[in-house]
């Protein structure tokens, strides 16, 4: 779980990289895209512009480079040429990327056009717990004192916490120890050393946290159909706290 100096370098480039899919990202309307549309567009950006593989492309059988999680659809929405955004939507894009052999690991959930003050307030909520859990990654903190703070906040905005699906450990595998709750108690769990590298990234729903799974065996939707938010980030416990190995030039003043 801990990585080396020299690893956590290329898995800052990795990083680096990835955020720069995101902010090409922010410079596309959106609105009037298919969801296979953007797939085209960022699997291009990785390979064409960024020299770098879309990790996700055929990871577990999965034919695409982003999950596309609209409205309801909490997440692992899969990209169609049917599904065209529409003004008013909320989307998760979920994005990996590897370089020289390590992948990072990020969302964001996209405002699309004028969206209802619901769906706005939700979306800010869900961003902000995802910081509250990161601010709280220092050595010697515990995996729970992470998932209490993201609880903390969700539920003192009365929304639930998606508890079927949780951050991860990541590096050379997309998917390695630890899995990272996004709730639980303070002081409890395993506790964080410098080296670790993993992701957070809480999905917050306005209704009911129960969740399904479509006929796609990918596709996870509210079971009440209420508008579901995520956002991801891949840091690294350093000697003094947290580096945001994903972060993004415009959050630079959220990251402190």
């Keep these: 779980m801990v990585k080396t100096p020299q690893e956590l370098e290329l898995m800052r480039e990795a990083g680096r ?83 020289n052999g ?44 992470i998932g209490a703070a993201i609880e903390r906040h969700a539920k003192q905005h009365g929304y639930s ?20 709750l996004h709730f639980g108690r303070p002081g409890t769990g395993m506790k964080l050393r410098e080296g670790m590298t993993f992701t957070i990234e809480p999905m917050l729903n306005q209704g009911t946290r129960k969740v399904t799974t479509l006929d796609d065996g990918w596709t996870v939707v509210t079971n009440d159909r209420k508008l579901s938010a995520q956002f991801e980030h891949t840091v690294a416990v350093t000697a003094t706290g947290v580096e945001v190995l994903t972060l993004r030039e415009g959050e630079r003043v959220m990251a402190g």
């Excluded at 059988?61 to 529409?86: K, M, R, W």
């Excluded at 769906?119 to 010697?140: D, N």
């Design 161 to 180: 916490i998606v508890r079927d699906y949780c951050g991860h450990g990541i590096g050379r595998e997309m998917h390695e120890e630890p899995s990272v």
């Design 17 to 99: 990289l990835l955020a720069r899919v995101f902010e090409m990202l922010d410079r596309q309307p959106l609105a009037g895209m298919s969801t296979l549309e953007i797939d085209t567009l960022v699997d291009r950006y990785i390979t064409d512009e960024l020299h770098a593989r879309p990790a996700s492309k055929g990871q577990y059988g999965y034919g695409f480079v982003l999950n596309c999680s609209i409205n309801h659809v909490v997440c692992h929405g899969v990209p169609d040429a049917e599904t065209i955004v529409q003004d008013g939507d909320i989307i998760n894009l979920d994005i990996t990327l590897e370089k």
């Design 102 to 145: 390590f992948i990072a690991d990020s969302s964001k959930t996209y405002m699309v056009g004028e969206v209802s003050p619901q769906a706005r307030r939700l979306v800010k909520v869900t961003q902000e717990a995802m910081w509250k859990g990161i601010a709280q990654v220092r050595p010697g903190a515990t995996l729970g004192d």
